[in-house]
C-alpha cells in the first residue's frame, strides 16, 4: 500500500486516504469489490468520487464524511437529527436523580458522627457518575465510538516511540 499525501489533491477511490473513524489506519479499494476498507480497524466504506464524500456501509445510519483535500471533514448521520428534545432527556437523566438524592440526604441527614454518614454523599456522587456513564455510554453507541480503536492505536503510537 502507498502512504497517503498531506498535500491538497481530489478524492479518488482509487488512492490511499486517512481512515476517517480510526485515524490511524489507511482506506484503500478492497479487491473485486466496489468498496473501500480500512487496514486498522477494520470498516467498510463506499465513495463518492462526484460528491467528495465517504460513506461507512458497515453502520446503520451511514456516517458520511467530505473531503476537503487534506483531510475528512464532518462525521454526519444520514436522517438523523439531535434537537433539544435528546439534550434535555439526557440532562434530566442525569441530574434528576442526583438531584433528589442530594435533596433527600440533605433534608433526612444521618447523624453526625455514626458509621454510615458519609453513605448518602457518596451515594448521591455514585449516583451522578452512574447516570453521566449512562448517557455517555448511549452517545458512543449511537455514534459508535470505536474505543477498543483508540486504545488500540494510541498503545501502538506509545510503543513506536
Not at 5 to 21: E, G, L, M
Amino acid at each position: 500500500m502507498q502512504s497517503f499525501k498531506k498535500s491538497t489533491r481530489p478524492f479518488n477511490p482509487q488512492d490511499t486516504y486517512p481512515c476517517p473513524v480510526c485515524r490511524t489506519g489507511e482506506i484503500a479499494t478492497m479487491p473485486m469489490m466496489e468498496a473501500l476498507g480500512c487496514n486498522f480497524c477494520q470498516h467498510i466504506f463506499t465513495a463518492s468520487a462526484e460528491r467528495q464524500s465517504l460513506k461507512m456501509a458497515d453502520r446503520q445510519p451511514p456516517v458520511t464524511w467530505h473531503w476537503n483535500g487534506k483531510q475528512w471533514i464532518g462525521a454526519h448521520l444520514e436522517g438523523v437529527e439531535f434537537g433539544w428534545a435528546y439534550i434535555a432527556a439526557a440532562i434530566g437523566l442525569i441530574f434528576l436523580p442526583t438531584t433528589l438524592l442530594g435533596l433527600s440526604a440533605y433534608y433526612f441527614p444521618p447523624i453526625p458522627g455514626s458509621r454510615l454518614s458519609w453513605l448518602p454523599s457518596a451515594w448521591t456522587g455514585l449516583t451522578f457518575l452512574s447516570h453521566l456513564g449512562i448517557v455517555l455510554w448511549l452517545v458512543g453507541e449511537f455514534y459508535q465510538f470505536p474505543v477498543g480503536t483508540y486504545l488500540r492505536a494510541w498503545g501502538r503510537r506509545i510503543r513506536r516511540r
